[in-house]
């Protein structure tokens, strides 16, 4: 980074503290990782000076010679990888790529059935004061309050009472596999698009350590960062029919020039997934997940639905500790022990979602970093120990060194 050193120190040491940062602290948000550093050469490639408005091939500048076949790489390699029809790769983030689906393939006010926020939906599946919900009409599912778990059965028939014009399934704090077959099923027997949003899963797809919503699903989006470990960025992935509804809403409907250097990036990380070792790579996070989730059980650690399929834990701090609202507070303290987290909503909260009862944690980039389940048991230690004394600061202290050691035996970057 010399020359950001010689041009601009004020940034370059911001830069070197984040790098120090994500060296000696346990980043365990589950939608943050590590991308390789081929994927990081590529995001900052001289791609990024280019203007390609359009579509391979149908550009609406000239010099996009080489740019064209960067973008044709990424979208064979992304059909290949999840074995879809079609694949637009153009998406900036996760969120204007779900708005993308909504705008091309629905009329404003249709009828959407998504997950409820507070059980593990994502902003954009139907939050009011996000687009989704002031533009569309979202009818809510949940979770079962005694398991935590989704129930098939009431979802169809919802489906069947309220006959919305997509249903949507995929989430951001749901601990479980999914059922993306029966998702669809209800979907074609109800006349309604079935869309599975796989932002958070989408690397354990890749790798084979949760099952795909491919071919079946009509349309897919999904981020590339998270457990997929490329750039941020995003992608939509659907059935032939739609294809051209789906570009149209991408641009020109809702995008300018795309981001070719992120797209460059998506490319390699694509390849990357292609890999042997990134499928032994998604399912090590998968067992390092159950590792870390039996360790925080037997510590009396209440987790949301008992458990964790995928690579996300969500704890119950109620449950736990008897207190609601207290998620933040529980947050700062792992954050001060050197354990990143982030404060989650738990089903049925009864708290506010600026006060939640719930953390939420995952272990894609401990497994980045080399850890398998040893680590997890302690890791595991440190946390619940926090938990269950998060108001001693001087416990957070002498956990902050430990993890110090710790990640000093695990160094990524």
């Known amino acids: 980074m010399k020359n950001i050193f010689d041009t601009d120190k004020e940034i370059y040491n911001l830069v070197q503290e984040e790098l120090n940062r994500q060296r000696t602290e346990l980043n365990m948000i589950p939608s943050e990782n590590y991308c390789s550093r081929a994927v990081l050469e590529a995001a900052g490639s001289v791609l990024m000076n280019k203007y390609s408005e359009g579509y391979p091939k149908k550009r609406y500048y000239q010099g996009n010679k080489f740019i064209d076949e960067v973008e044709l790489i990424a979208i ?3 059909k290949k990888l999840f074995n879809a029809e079609h694949v637009n790769v153009q998406p900036l983030s996760g969120s204007p790529a779900n708005m993308a689906v909504y705008f091309g393939l629905l009329n404003l006010g249709d009828k959407i059935l998504g997950m409820n926020l507070s059980h593990g939906g994502h902003l954009t599946h139907g939050s009011k004061v996000n687009f989704s919900g002031k533009y569309y009409n979202f009818v809510e599912y949940g979770v079962e309050k005694e398991t935590g778990l989704l129930d098939m059965d009431k979802i169809r028939k919802l489906a069947e009472l309220e006959k919305p014009k997509l249903i949507l399934s995929g989430y951001t704090a749901y601990p479980r596999q999914i059922n993306f077959k029966e998702f669809h099923d209800i979907s074609q027997s109800v006349n309604a698009i079935s ?4 932002a958070h899963i989408a690397g354990l797809i890749a790798g084979g350590a949760h099952q795909s919503p491919f071919p079946f699903t009509d349309v897919v989006s999904s981020t590339t960062h998270k457990t997929l470990r490329g750039p941020r960025g995003a992608i939509i992935l659907c ?3 739609f294809a051209k509804d789906i570009d149209k809403a991408v641009f020109p409907g809702l995008q300018g020039g795309p981001h070719e250097n992120s797209i460059a990036a998506k490319a390699v990380a694509f390849n990357e997934a292609m890999k042997p070792e990134f499928k032994e ?6 067992r390092n997940a159950k590792a870390l989730a039996s ?8 987790l949301v639905s008992d458990g964790t399929d995928t690579h996300l834990i969500l704890i119950d701090l109620i449950k736990t500790l008897n207190k609601e609202g207290i998620g933040k507070e529980v947050a700062v303290a792992l954050e001060d022990a050197g354990i990143i987290t982030n404060a989650n909503t738990i089903p049925f909260d009864p708290s506010t979602p600026f006060k939640p009862s719930g953390i939420r944690l995952g272990t894609p980039i401990l497994t980045t970093r080399g850890m398998k389940e040893s680590e997890m048991e302690i890791v595991g230690d440190y946390i619940s120990k926090i938990i269950h004394n998060y108001s001693d600061i001087e416990l957070r202290k002498r956990i902050n060194e430990k993890v110090k050691e710790l990640c000093n035996d695990f160094v990524y970057y």
């Not at 869309?195 to 796989?198: E, K, N, R």
């Not at 360790?295 to 209440?302: G, H, Q």
């Open 76 to 78: 064979e390699r992304a």
């Open 195 to 198: 869309m599975v949003d796989m």
């Open 239 to 241: 059935k032939e029919r």
């Open 281 to 286: 790579y998604s399912h090590q996070i998968v």
């Open 295 to 302: 360790k925080l059980m037997s510590e009396n650690i209440k």
